[in-house]
């Protein structure tokens, strides 16, 4: 089996790669940010087309998409939602024609009708259907990032504390999430492709960790990492996913369970990152 990885150089899609090398599977990377010829918003790409040719499935990472700052400013604007658009009706159209299975990777935020972001990865997910393939939603995966630009709150709480000794937060930090490290999330991934034939399409696939923590309670976790770091929350409340607290299906669980626990995933990033903790 060989595996096409779309957003090969995301934050996901780089610990799936990682994951691949380590246990010898074999696999093609694809990312804008590699080569522009990788871009999914060409329309009958012809590197993408040869790309699937050479494969036996793949994973659809890439998107446009970023942390909570990076959706707050861009979800609604025009060139945000044009990108996913026609990365997601050029990349689809391109599976249809290659007949190869795969899956497409959403969100837990497709369950939230007021975000430009979850309602785009529902149209995803309507495409995933017509075609067979197998969803997934992700809860709030992390690990390392480079792009800072669209860094999530795990990597900027990290290097605030590391920087400045002070993780200046944009909410209050009383909304709560459920994290996941990229590792857990890719060891799901590649059991779910293993297991594509029998999955039945009718139950949803939420990759979860399972235990809800606050953001706040995530600052302290990294503040006491770095000694000395003080928090500073802010007054606001959470704007993007507005405190949804949607549980995750647990179907899952008859694949796949979460190995790695949020202390120890933030001291692997921390640690990945190239910082020395005590």
Known sequence: MKYLILGSSGQIGTALTQWCDNNEIAYEGFDVTRTPEEDLRIEQNPR???????????????????????????????????NNARLMEYTFQAIHDSRKPFIFVSSQMANLSFSPYGALKVVGEHYTRALGGIIVKLWNVYGVETDMEKSHVITDFIHKAKDTRCIDMITDGTESRQFLHAEDCSRCLLTLAGKYESIPRDQELHIASGSWNSILEVAQLVA?????????????????????????????????????????GVRRVVSDLGYNIN
Not at 52 to 66: N, P, T
Not at 232 to 257: G, H, L, M, S, T
Request: hydrophobic share 40%; proline share 7%.
């Open 48 to 82: 993408l087309l040869k790309a699937l040719s050479d494969s036996d499935f793949v994973m659809f990472l890439a998107y446009d998409v970023g942390g909570s700052r990076y959706l707050s400013s861009k979800q609604n604007q025009l060139e945000f939602i044009s």
């Open 224 to 264: 006491s990492l770095f000694p000395g770091t003080t928090i500073q929350p802010a007054e606001a409340k959470d704007e993007v996913q507005q405190d949804a607290r949607i549980d995750p299906n647990p179907f899952i669980q008859n694949y796949w369970k979460p190995k790695i626990s949020l202390d120890a």
